[in-house]
Structures are given as structure tokens and as C-alpha cells.
């Protein structure tokens, strides 16, 4: 029995949708356990390595503390929740897939970075497991399955491209704020 056809029988796919927001848990535990002590040790390094685009959209990031940093991640898990709520609940998976792209994509940036600074950088752990395997399995059963389409990938991505500007320009100034 292969590992897919094993994954098929014993996961339903309301199982699978609810994972999104357990392996999200695992992920940001990782990244709130390092985060304030490790851009503590390296913002000296990241200040003289990284161009000065980087270094302003990250400032925000290289200050936060464990406190605000949670506050984050609470309010993004918080949508991660209402979209697979409306997913498992209604049907209705345009935001569920948009947070879905977004959470795949991430990875990339978690293994971009820690390739970029040549070491660990916190999330680039479990972005690498659970979340990369976990996101590649729910687009596979999402799509065999037929629950969704190619065309609703596509409207999740147009909606991630609309929806991801603004939130990080809310999640950054709310952080600016804090540090005022």
C-alpha cells in the first residue's frame, strides 16, 4: 500500500481541513519558543548582511518580543480557524485555499532565509515538517477529490495577492505602534 492510498483511508477530508490550524499550531510554537532570543543574537549580523529594503520591511520583525509577536500569530491563526470553519462548515473554500497558499509559500521563505544567513532561522524546522508535507497532501485530496478545481487555486491565489498587502501593512503598523 502506498503512503497516499494509506493517508486516503485513514484521514477524512474533514480531518485533513482541520489539520490546517494544528500544523499552523506546531509551526508558530516553533517560531514563538526562538524568535525574540534569536533576532536578539543576530540582529547585528542580519543588520550588515541584508540589503536595506530588507533591513526596513524587517525592522519590526528584528524588535518584536515574544509577547507581540504571539499577538500575530494569534490573529492569524484566528483566520486560519474562520477559513476552515467556513471550509468544513459551508463549503466554502475560496479563503481557506487563499490562507492554504499563503501557508505553502511561507515555507519558502522560512528555507530561503536560513539558506540566505548560511544557518537556522526559527520556523524553517517544521515549515520544512509538518507544514510543507501537510500542504502538498491537502491540495493533492482537495483536488482528486474534486472538492475544488484549478480555477479555485487560482481565485485562492488572486485573493491571497489582494488580501496578504494589506495585512501586512496592518500587522506592520500595528507593530510600529506598539513600539511607539
Same mark, same amino acid.
Given at each position: 500500500?502506498?503512503?497516499?492510498n494509506f493517508l486516503n483511508?485513514?484521514?477524512?477530508?474533514?480531518?485533513?481541513?482541520?489539520? $490546517?490550524?494544528?500544523? $499552523?499550531?506546531?509551526?508558530?510554537?516553533?517560531? !514563538?519558543?526562538?524568535?525574540? @532570543?534569536?533576532?536578539?543574537?543576530?540582529?547585528?549580523?542580519?543588520?550588515?548582511?541584508?540589503?536595506?529594503? $530588507?533591513?526596513?520591511?524587517?525592522?519590526?520583525?528584528?524588535?518584536? @518580543?515574544?509577547?507581540? $509577536?504571539?499577538?500575530?500569530?494569534?490573529?492569524?491563526?484566528?483566520?486560519?480557524?474562520?477559513?476552515?470553519?467556513?471550509?468544513?462548515?459551508?463549503?466554502?473554500?475560496?479563503?481557506?485555499?487563499?490562507?492554504?497558499?499563503?501557508?505553502? !509559500?511561507?515555507?519558502?521563505?522560512?528555507?530561503?532565509?536560513?539558506?540566505?544567513?548560511?544557518?537556522?532561522? +526559527?520556523?524553517?524546522?517544521?515549515?520544512?515538517?509538518?507544514?510543507?508535507?501537510?500542504?502538498?497532501?491537502?491540495?493533492?485530496?482537495?483536488?482528486?477529490?474534486?472538492?475544488?478545481?484549478?480555477? @479555485?487555486?487560482?481565485?485562492?491565489?488572486?485573493?491571497?495577492?489582494?488580501?496578504? +498587502?494589506?495585512?501586512?501593512?496592518?500587522?506592520?503598523?500595528?507593530? @510600529?505602534?506598539?513600539?511607539?
Amino acid at each position: 500500500m502506498s503512503l497516499l492510498n494509506f493517508l486516503n483511508e485513514h484521514i477524512q477530508l474533514v480531518s485533513l481541513l482541520w489539520l $490546517f490550524p494544528v500544523t $499552523f499550531l506546531f509551526h508558530d510554537l516553533e517560531e !514563538l519558543l526562538t524568535v525574540e @532570543n534569536w533576532a536578539v543574537r543576530h540582529r547585528d549580523r542580519l543588520d550588515s548582511t541584508l540589503p536595506d529594503f $530588507f533591513k526596513k520591511m524587517l525592522a519590526s520583525s528584528l524588535r518584536i @518580543n515574544t509577547l507581540h $509577536f504571539a499577538k500575530d500569530v494569534f490573529a492569524v491563526y484566528t483566520m486560519i480557524v474562520v477559513a476552515t470553519g467556513l471550509a468544513v462548515f459551508f463549503q466554502v473554500y475560496l479563503l481557506f485555499l487563499a490562507a492554504l497558499h499563503l501557508y505553502f !509559500l511561507h515555507v519558502f521563505t522560512h528555507i530561503g532565509q536560513a539558506l540566505y544567513l548560511k544557518s537556522y532561522t +526559527p520556523g524553517v524546522i517544521t515549515a520544512v515538517f509538518p507544514v510543507l508535507p501537510y500542504s502538498l497532501y491537502a491540495y493533492y485530496r482537495l483536488l482528486s477529490e474534486g472538492v475544488v478545481d484549478p480555477g @479555485n487555486l487560482i481565485q485562492a491565489l488572486i485573493l491571497m495577492l489582494v488580501i496578504v +498587502p494589506v495585512a501586512l501593512f496592518l500587522l506592520i503598523k500595528g507593530r @510600529n505602534r506598539c513600539a511607539d
